[in-house]
């Protein structure tokens, strides 16, 4: 679904990705965790364009990413911090996103329903909480029923109820045979919806295996007992 | 088209904003103001020529400086469609120069209207909308180089403080260095470089008072008349609210979010 083949990425001297290759298949969630600044969101805007790398290439459904903008429209994305036009209300946001996204599409209000978006349909943007302006940002990504999709440390803001709803989302989704991409710092929350940790440290990747091989390997039964323990021993993979 | 389905929500979120309402109906009583108190019309354009002059450039490229750091998040997600950065970039600065003009004009517009209008009225309300057109242009340029809000704001500032303030000193010092040698066709050459100046130039060629028009003003009137005059000040005018918009898609093109 997604194939990256050492990506480098530099901001000045930093260097926020250093050759890393990774492969997300379809039909998983991938949590890609590590500290802040270990290159997680850098390598997310880059699947979306939004980052343009120095080197490496990337793959999506096969298509390599040449500057072109149609690939984007089988993913769906939400961002870490969403900021909407503030006088607009949540009605005309969607409105302007469906047009944008053009015709073809078939809408999935599953979570928007879950989430009580029509309930501040007519609101603006501007008087709405920073949790609510997530549910309502959550609801958009997964809106147009694409393949893959991103989500940017999704359950930061939300309440436990919204934040189980979308965990149970992102659960059906993958059963649908989508790729979900999660960001997350919640050892428990990646344990519980990913299939496959990716784990970056300063802009490598310190591994990449699925739940059970991180078990098997390191002997532990639970996730966070499981990334101290590799983390200590240096990286594997 | 992409760019119309934006534009046309980037106008309804301008719409709604205080700031553009409270520009409208600042420049509404300032104007209304200026006229009432002065009887003659014909005056009163001077008089908001020097509104248009300083008001426009500043409220334009610092709105516009902050418009763009505020929309951040929201081309962000924009583009993370199947969108050109292109249609998002032209929305964005054609949703802001538009409300921005529109609220000019009709704050400007409507005091000379109920006043039964005036000579130079028509272009003094063509300069100012350029203007507008222009700084947000700069506005937008600075802001894609600056990464960094505060600096983005500075860099604005900055660059209207020298339209509006030091370019003029800097002609007249530069005068009297040299004032020995002819520098007419000089100074209508330096002209050029700051739209502030050619918008001066561009109404008071139309209204006949060399005297408020600045030393390049005066030269280019007297050399080539009022034709050629606002011809000159017009292409370059134009010329001033396309390139830099240019240059600063340019650099959006390649900008990491």
């Known amino acids: 679904m997604i194939q990256i083949d050492n990506l480098v990425k530099r901001y000045g001297k930093t260097e926020a990705l250093k050759g890393v290759s990774v492969e997300f298949p379809k039909g998983s969630v991938c949590a890609v965790m590590g500290p802040n600044g270990s290159g997680k969101t850098t390598l997310l805007k880059s699947i979306l364009g939004l980052v343009k790398p120095d080197s490496g290439s990337i793959e999506v459904n096969g298509v390599r990413l040449n500057g072109s903008s149609a690939y984007r429209k089988n993913i769906g994305y939400m961002p870490q911090y969403c900021c909407f036009p503030e006088n607009l209300r949540v009605r005309e946001i969607v409105a302007m996103l469906k047009d944008i996204r053009g015709n073809g599409c078939t809408y999935d209000y599953e979570l928007a329903e879950k989430l009580n978006i029509r309930k501040i349909h007519d609101k603006p943007i501007g008087t709405l909480s920073g949790g609510t302006k997530q549910r309502v940002s959550c609801a958009i990504a997964f809106l147009f029923s694409q393949d893959i999709i991103i989500l940017d440390e999704p359950t930061a803001g939300l309440d436990p109820v919204s934040s189980e709803i979308v965990k149970n989302k992102i659960l059906a989704e993958k059963e649908n045979g989508k790729l979900i991409i999660i960001t997350s710092h919640i050892i428990s929350e990646a344990e519980a919806i990913a299939d496959r940790i990716i784990y970056m440290l300063e802009g490598n990747i310190c591994f990449n295996s699925t739940k059970q091989t991180l078990y098997e390997q390191t002997g532990q039964n639970s996730l966070n007992k499981a990334i101290a323990s590799l983390i200590q021993e240096g990286p594997i993979i | ?257």
């Open chain 2, 1 to 257: 088209m992409t760019t119309l389905k934006i534009l046309k929500y980037v106008v309804y979120d301008m719409l709604r904003s205080r700031m553009i309402i409270i520009y409208t109906a600042l420049l509404f009583l300032v104007s209304f103001g200026i006229i009432y108190t002065g009887k003659d019309v014909s005056k009163a354009v001077i008089s908001l020529l020097n509104v248009v002059l300083l008001i426009v450039p500043l409220v334009s490229i610092i709105f516009g400086t902050i418009h763009f750091y505020n929309s951040r998040e929201f081309m962000e997600m924009v583009l993370a469609m199947p969108v050109e950065r292109k249609h998002i970039f032209w929305a964005e600065y054609a949703g802001l120069s538009l409300t921005l003009a529109a609220g000019f004009t009709l704050g400007t517009g409507l005091p000379l209207l109920i006043y039964g209008g005036a000579d130079g009225a028509i272009y003094l309300l063509l300069s100012g909308v350029l203007l507008t057109f222009i700084f947000c242009g700069l506005a937008f340029l600075g802001s894609v180089i600056n990464k960094d809000k505060a600096k983005g704001i500075g860099f604005s500032l900055v660059v209207w403080f020298y339209m509006a303030v030091i370019f003029d000193a800097l002609v007249l010092a530069g005068y009297f260095a040299f004032s020995q040698y002819p520098l007419e066709k000089a100074t209508i050459i330096v002209s050029a470089l700051n739209p502030v100046d050619l918008a001066r130039i561009f109404i008071l060629l139309k209204m006949d008072v060399s005297a408020l028009m600045g030393y390049t003003g005066a030269s280019l009137q007297q050399f080539f008349g009022s034709w050629f005059g606002m011809m000159y000040s017009g292409i370059f005018l134009l010329l001033w609210a396309v390139l830099p918009a240019l240059a600063a898609l340019r650099i959006f093109n390649r900008k990491n979010f």
